[in-house]
């Protein structure tokens, strides 16, 4: 099992830049798919990237060229560094994890099994 807390959001004008982090405690990170999912008020929740335990990694067509993931299997986190923020980016991010997870896979919602609380991003126009 993991555990997984998210930190790095906050307020930002739109074209500005953020760090989310993803930081998991129980079991080593290396053999699991991690992913980060947001949710607007009022929507549902939606993929924006993943990593793969190979390290390959998935965007969301909306984030594409602007975000970026990466992890650090040795201190367990997953980073998603955030350029060009847009308005419609603001949501609360989630990361999520998965033993194995299958690439077809990364932007299956209820193909995570753990789940951290979520972390704030709001951009202002």
Known sequence: QVQLVETGGGLVQAGGSLRLSCVASGNALDYYGVGWFRQAPGKEREAV??????????????VKGRFTI???NAIKTVYLQMN?????????YYCAADSWLRDSNWDKRNK??????????TVSS
């Open 84 to 92: 060009n923020l847009k308005p419609e980016d603001t949501a609360v």
């Open 112 to 121: 995570y099994d753990y789940w951290g609380q979520g972390t704030q991003v």
């Open 70 to 72: 990466s992890r650090d």
């Open 49 to 62: 990237s993943a990593v793969m335990s190979t390290d390959r990694k998935y965007y969301a067509d909306a």
